[in-house]
């Protein structure tokens, strides 16, 4: 699973998702807080890895991100509401917008650009 990990945030990293203001979140970035913040360890880590994505999103139009995340043996998928996932057997890959952006309806329509 830290394998498929590193992956993913090196394809992240290759598009430049981060300095267009995409944040790793959840259980996932306490690690980083760990390992270079010198928080105290704790085991816990989910097997869903979440990205929370700025609205809106003003950064490229990255088309091809989900074909490169296909490549690293993720499978793509929608929840009933509609929302994009990736998966493998190890990992669940979730993009998420911050709670305070209620008015988004559809996760989907708002982000095709960002994600297809």
Known sequence: M????????????ENNLFEEGVELIGSWCFQFYVKHLGAKPFPLRTQDIDFLIPYPFKGEDHKD?????????????FTIE???????QDLKIEFLVSQKNKELKDFSKQYAHFLL
């Open 82 to 88: 509609g929302h994009l996932f990736l998966w493998n």
């Open 2 to 13: 830290i394998e498929s990990v590193r992956k993913i945030l090196k394809t992240f990293y």
């Open 65 to 77: 991100l989900i074909e490169q995340l296909e490549k690293l043996g993720f499978k793509k998928d």
